[in-house]
């Protein structure tokens, strides 16, 4: 299972009603943030969500609203006492950029380590997350992520009592251990386990244009959260003049993905009532829906 928190869904600044887009993931007591802007910290703490287990931030892109609350959250995150290494996760010129804001936050009781993305597609597994990030189009260097929770296949313990593996090993194989016996016996998980059953995946892409990159990350997602700078028709050409995304772009790219829902997010300042726009972009993609600050899901594993 996997929680999904829409921290806020504004775009370019924060607003009283309306904190600055942020994603927050919890998987198997994990927490993972996409993009921290101004008050993410202050948004975390309304939805009642704990700073200590954040293992994991990565950025999309450098515009402040993306990035500028760092320095207050890693403080935070000193407060409450994390000790373990925070991994922070960007684009070319992260270790400069997040060297810069530490000048107002240099004693950490913990260590940041930085993975700077350098290839247009990019594979990290950290915590159980299956991370892919891909460069999108805005007007400074930018990624999507794809978060993946994958799932083995189902224990067999008919198939592992017929090959005689010993009871003790059962659990470790079940886990994806390869026991190596000191009687010289070899023991694989594929051994017990049956192929592997579908997992859980989020994509999550804000400033930028549609890209074939989006199109092929997103492919089949559970949940889909993209931004939608603008509801307004007329404002595509705004749009692509700024390189952002109207309401009815995102749904395209849905619609074409295939995934199960779409959450709208990443607002401009002037769009008051997203709802309003709605009824058009549902016409696209019926599965859409406006991102809200702290907007909530459970991403859960399919029946067997
Ligand atoms: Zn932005
Ligand atoms: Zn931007």
């Known amino acids: 299972m996997l929680d999904v928190c829409l921290l806020g869904s504004g775009g370019m600044m924060p607003l009283p009603h309306r904190w600055l887009t942020a994603l927050l993931t919890r998987y198997n007591g ?25 293992d994991v931030i990565c950025f999309t892109h450098y515009h402040g609203d993306h990035i500028s609350g760092l320095p207050g959250l890693l403080l935070t995150m000193g407060n409450a006492d994390r000790r373990e290494p925070l991994t922070l996760i960007g684009p070319k010129g992260l270790e400069r950029v997040v060297t810069a804001l530490r000048v107002i936050a240099p004693e ?37 992520y794809t978060l993946e929770i994958k799932r083995q296949g189902r224990f067999s313990p008919e198939r592992a009592r017929e090959q005689q593996i010993p009871l003790k090993f059962w659990n470790p194989l079940q886990k994806g251990q390869t026991i190596q016996t000191e009687e010289g016996d070899c023991y694989t998980p594929d051994m017990v386990l049956g192929p592997a059953r579908k997992g859980l ?51 395209r790219l849905a619609k ?45 594993f399919e029946e067997e």
Request: net charge negative; proline share 5%; charged share 30%.
């Open 30 to 54: 994990s927490s993972l943030l996409i993009d921290c802007g101004e008050g993410t910290q202050i948004a975390m703490k309304e939805k009642g969500w704990s700073f200590k287990p954040i």
């Open 108 to 144: 950490l009781p913990f260590e940041l380590r930085m993975i700077e993305l350098t290839k247009p597609e990019e594979h990290l597994e950290l915590n159980g997350y299956h991370i892919t990030a891909f460069r999108v189009n805005h007007n400074v260097l930018c990624y999507g």
């Open 201 to 251: 995946k989020l994509t999550y892409t804000t400033d930028t244009r549609p890209t074939e990159s989006i199109l092929k990350n997103a492919r089949g997602s559970d949940l889909f959260i993209c931004e939608g700078m603008y509801g307004e028709k007329d404002k595509l050409a705004k749009a692509k003049e700024y390189k952002h995304m109207t309401f009815y772009e995102a749904a």
């Open 256 to 300: 074409d993905a295939e995934v199960s829902q779409l959450w709208l997010t990443h607002y401009s300042p002037s769009l008051v009532h997203p709802e309003e726009f709605l009824k058009e972009t549902r016409e696209i993609f019926p599965e859409t829906y406006p991102g809200k600050d702290g907007k909530f899901v459970e991403l859960m």
